[in-house]
């Protein structure tokens, strides 16, 4: 997780907050933050600075994607 102090929850709690958790909700608001954070506005290096959701939106409006497993793999019958 990101060091306390380097942005995030906005809730007074959790990962970039002074605060502490309560309890068990607290926590769980917290974790949730963070993966929201991690998945749709960190900025990743390896992909042209874009937050991972938004490269694989990307990533799908441009190549097909099968329905289904069973789509996607030859039959072995």
Known sequence: MRPRGAGGGGHGRGPGTS????????LEIAVAEYIDWFNHRRLHGEIGLVPPAEHEDDFYRH??????????????H
């Open 19 to 26: 605060g502490s958790w309560k309890g068990i909700d607290d």
């Open 63 to 76: 190549n097909d994607a099968a329905t289904t497993v069973a789509a996607s793999v030859p039959s072995l």
